[in-house]
Every structure is written in C-alpha cells, then in structure tokens.
C-alpha cells in the first residue's frame, strides 16, 4: 500500500533553516508527481511545492518561493524540501503529498502524518 513518511520536523528560529525529507513506498515513486502541503493551526490546507517526475520541474507557492527548494532522489524514493530563512507564519504540520495543488488542497490525495515546523524565538 501507499505509504509516505515525513521526517525533520521540530522548532526553528525566525531566519534559520530546516530540512524536511519524505520517504515513498508502495507505488512507482518515480513516475508520479510529489507535492509538500502545509496545515497552520485553524487553517485550511496549503500547498506548498511540488516536483514533476520526468523531469523534476519545480514550482512553488509565492509565499516561500525564493526560501524553500523542493528536490527527489529517484533511485531512493525520496522527496526533500529545503527550509530557508524560516518566519513564525511557516509553522504548521508539513504534509507530504503523492499528486500536486489540487490533491493537496482538498486533502483527497495520499499524504503521511506530517511533521510539525515551529518557527519562534
């Protein structure tokens, strides 16, 4: 079955830097689309990035675009999303997401458990 494990979560300061990493099992990692969504708390679900499978094109919402770098390792069903210069409006439960905007958003798509970012002094 579908599985995807977040991990690298935990609490960082405003400015600092976070690695999120996203392990696949249980379908064709390398021909679907992944994605990175976000659930800040009383929120709705946002996406956040995602990354072609052919030919790892990127694209990113406009509010971390120039700060978050989305990337996949193939060979180890891997997806990672690179955390820079965190604000306190970053905290939330980071979901990975097999599928892109649309599977994220409505929730409908298979994602993980998430792993919780909190950026604070």
């Known amino acids: 079955q579908v599985q995807l494990v977040e991990s690298g979560g935990g609490l960082a300061q405003p400015g600092g830097s976070m690695r999120l990493s996203c392990a696949a099992s249980g379908f064709t990692f390398s021909g679907y689309f992944i994605s990175w969504a976000r659930q800040a708390p009383g929120k709705g679900l946002e996406w956040v990035s995602g990354i072609d499978s052919d030919d790892g094109v990127t694209s990113y919402a406009d509010s971390v675009k120039g700060r978050f770098t989305i990337s996949r390792d193939n060979a180890k069903n891997m997806v990672y999303l690179q955390m820079n210069n965190l604000k306190p409006e970053d905290t939330a439960l980071y979901y990975c997401?097999?599928?892109?905007?649309?599977?994220?958003?409505?929730?409908?798509?298979?994602r993980g458990q998430g792993t919780q970012v909190t950026v604070s002094s």
């Open positions: 997401v097999l599928g892109g905007r649309s599977a994220a958003i409505t929730g409908l798509g298979y």
